[in-house]
């Protein structure tokens, strides 16, 4: 994982560390807990049922420990104590699944053992043999000799169980508590996001699609849930449990500690090589997931026209080639998970195990590596399969979640503005542009030397044909965009003094397609604000001439809204705007072709309801129906992002320019001046 995103990784982990390091803490505990299990087993096997080959003595009475067998009592070495005088010496071995009294001193516990002739025969490794006199006990004798171990066998299995159940509740509120908090971070990171998102600059999105946008705050943040919840545990966990191991391992048997190491730089080599693949197939994989997500949020807003011009074949090949894109590397992703999975883990640990039974059986291992030492062995070995499985597991979490980060971060890092929650008395709306230029790339300049003054309660319109520079005036005025060169002015103030959210709390604007939100009719006019009362809501519908239009809807203003307001018409949709722009009160109002969309009967209503909205206001009008701003106190003519003509109606007219063309054109009339 780069340093970076580590670093930052860990900085989101660092608000809630309190509850990850006690779910590490109970971690520990837990790992602490299970890895004395193979200690208890090892004792039971080694001393409680093995044992029983250990060398007896007689003793003269009938005591705790003690077995009687024929005319005598005997009692097994480890239960004797310091300065007791024992009796002859004899032996309890197996042979052939049955098991022999031998009554001689100094009889070997290993060599092949063969009953016959009166006595049991040891064969050692050197070829030697000998004959002990042996006599074959009953089931009856043999469970006896073994009944004094079994007060300790069951206290060593309710421990060991004992100990499974501790480990299981620690487990269990480790987990929970690390899920509990990979929640609240992705909590945070998702809010984070969001929040960023308010702060960009209205140019961001322009070149990137809302479903990409979308996929970063949903997909990719899950990814990275993912990471504290699984990858987090898993590692950690697999880090502490392979170190424990290990050293129980040396406390065990330091030869098979040895034998075992070798899984450790095979673990590292493993992640190592990995990573350099999933690195590059996660990018793309996250990468096309997030392309998909787009144009399917296309696909689904534009549905009418792909539909209307029968693109529906042509949308769905390059959907097809997209996602056959994104099928044929999760195919990748699939194989390069399928060659390094746990299978490859249990076939070194099948090798190791029958290296190691082998060494076992040939004897090389030594006398300390009773079948004790070695079922401890196994099944530490074992243990340490499972985080190493788990480790290998999780790395493709870990390559999924690096690369959702790395996308997550970028957004992050793009640059903001802070959203500022200062205040500003009203200002009266004066409005001057000097010698403003503007392009939204270097070197293509959409504004060229631009100057005009708008007083207080002055309409000035902007009529020019498209690409002209009519949008982009208001994009600087409500600061979408900031000047390159030259100078906006309010009320003599340069607006890059004010903050954007200054600036805009005393502006309004009405697009031609405006936006509504999934609320009601009264939420999208307050847009939840609380400065504006039900009563302000209602008043501005009513100025407007909507009040009644709408109260005639089943909800009446409490009508839900769906997203985009697609269940109301056009002309309802530019009320329920203007209306919004009303109860704000702006000092400036933007019409942004606020009527062009708008068919000839709706628009007496609207037009009624832009006179009650401009009164007392500077308003900007971008429009393309001529006859809606006769009455502007000034028209601006852009041609190429240059202002070609200024004036009133009445004063372009007679100039007989661009202006006048444009107006009998529409008007149609036969007088035309180039």
């Given at each position: 994982m780069g340093n970076n995103i580590g670093k930052r990784l860990f900085h989101y982990a660092l608000f809630y560390k309190k509850p990850i390091i006690l779910a590490l803490v109970l971690l520990l505990l837990a790992v602490g807990v299970e890895l004395v299990g193979p200690f208890l087993a090892k004792r039971m096997i080694d001393t409680n049922i093995m044992g029983v080959e250990k060398p007896w003595y007689e003793t003269t009475k009938d005591e705790k420990y003690a077995v009687a067998y024929g005319d005598s009592w005997y009692k097994r070495e480890d239960h004797w104590k310091d300065g007791e005088t024992k009796g002859r010496e004899v032996r309890?071995?197996?042979?052939?699944?049955?098991?022999?009294?031998?009554?001689?001193?100094?009889v070997p516990a290993t060599g092949k053992r063969?009953?016959?002739?009166?006595?049991?025969?040891?064969?050692?490794e050197d070829g030697s043999s000998q004959l002990y006199p042996a006599v074959q006990m009953t089931k009856g004798e043999t469970y006896e000799f073994y009944k004094p171990e079994f007060r300790s066998i069951i206290l060593l299995a309710i421990s060991y169980v004992g100990l499974l159940l501790i480990g299981a509740v620690l487990s269990y509120w480790q987990r929970l508590l690390l899920q509990v908090s990979a929640n609240r971070i992705v909590r945070k990171m998702r809010n984070d996001v969001f929040r960023h998102i308010q702060r960009l600059p209205v140019q961001y999105f322009d070149t990137l699609p809302a479903g990409k946008v979308v996929a970063r705050v949903t997909n990719d943040t899950e990814a990275i849930r993912e990471l504290y919840v699984s990858v987090l545990a898993n590692f950690f966990s697999g880090m502490i449990y392979i170190a424990a191991i290990i050293g129980a391992l040396f406390l065990l048997d330091t030869n098979l500690a040895f034998i075992a190491m070798p899984f450790i730089p095979i673990l590292y080599v493993w992640i190592v090589v990995y990573r350099k693949y999933a690195a590059k197939y996660n990018h793309v994989i996250r990468t096309r997931l997030s392309d998909i997500n787009a144009m399917i949020n296309e696909s689904i807003q534009g549905m009418p026209i792909i539909q209307a011009f029968r693109k529906e074949k042509m949308t769905m090949g390059e959907f097809n080639e997209m996602n056959d894109d994104y099928?044929?590397?999760?195919?990748?992703?699939?194989t390069l998970n399928s060659l390094t999975s746990h299978n490859l883990v249990n076939v070194f640990r099948n090798v190791l195990f029958i290296t190691v039974i082998w060494m076992f059986a040939g004897d090389w291992l030594g006398a300390a590596v009773t079948v004790g030492v070695l079922y401890a062995f196994i099944d530490y070995m074992n243990r340490m399969m499972q985080p190493i499985v788990g480790i290998v597991n999780?790395?493709?979490?870990?390559?999924?979640?690096?690369?959702?980060?790395?996308?997550?971060?970028?957004?992050?890092?793009?640059?903001?503005?802070?959203?500022s929650d200062s205040k500003m008395e009203r200002y009266q709306g004066n409005v001057t542009f000097e010698d403003v230029t503007f392009g939204y790339k270097p070197g293509e300049d959409v504004l060229k030397n631009i100057t005009f003054r708008a007083r207080q309660g002055e309409t000035v319109a902007l009529v020019g044909h498209?690409?002209?520079?009519?949008?982009?005036?208001?994009?600087?005025?409500?600061?979408?965009?900031?000047v390159e060169r030259g100078k906006?002015?309010?009320?003599?103030?340069?607006?890059?003094?004010?903050?954007?959210?200054?600036?805009?709390?005393?502006?309004?604007?009405?697009?031609?397609?405006?936006?509504?939100?999934?609320?009601t009719i009264a939420s999208n006019v307050s847009l939840d604000d609380p400065t504006?009362?039900?009563?302000?809501?209602?008043?501005?519908?009513?100025?407007?001439?909507?009040?009644?239009?709408?109260?005639?809807?089943?909800?009446?203003?409490?009508?839900?809204?769906?997203?985009?307001?697609?269940?109301?018409?056009?002309?309802q949709r530019q009320l329920i705007s203007f209306a919004r722009a009303l109860a704000f009160d702006p000092a400036i109002l933007i019409l942004d072709e606020a009527t062009a969309s708008i068919d000839t009967e709706t628009e007496a209503i609207i037009q009624g309801a832009l006179d009650v909205l401009k009164r007392g206001r500077t308003t900007f009008v971008i429009a393309h129906r001529l006859?809606?701003?006769?009455?502007?106190?000034q028209i601006l003519v852009l041609d190429r992002g240059r202002i070609t003509e200024r004036g009133s109606h009445d004063e372009l007219m007679q100039q007989g320019g661009k202006y006048y063309a444009m107006y009998q054109l529409q008007q149609g009339g036969v007088e035309i001046v180039a």
């Open positions: 309890i071995l197996q042979a052939d699944r049955k098991y022999f009294f031998v009554d001689a001193p100094g063969v009953f016959g002739n009166g006595g049991l025969t040891i064969k050692n099928y044929k590397y999760q195919n990748k992703m699939l999780q790395l493709s979490n870990l390559e999924v979640a690096r690369v959702s980060a790395g996308r997550v971060f970028s957004l992050l890092d793009e640059p903001g503005i802070e959203v498209t690409g002209s520079g009519k949008s982009s005036i208001l994009n600087l005025l409500f600061r979408f965009y900031d906006i002015l309010i009320d003599g103030i340069d607006v890059r003094e004010l903050t954007k959210q200054q600036l805009r709390q005393h502006m309004g604007i009405v697009l031609q397609d405006p936006f509504l939100f999934t609320g504006i009362s039900r009563e302000k809501v209602e008043q501005a519908l009513r100025d407007v001439g909507a009040y009644d239009m709408f109260m005639q809807l089943p909800g009446g203003l409490d009508e839900p809204v769906i997203e985009k307001g697609s269940t109301l018409s056009a002309g006859s809606t701003i006769r009455a502007a106190d």
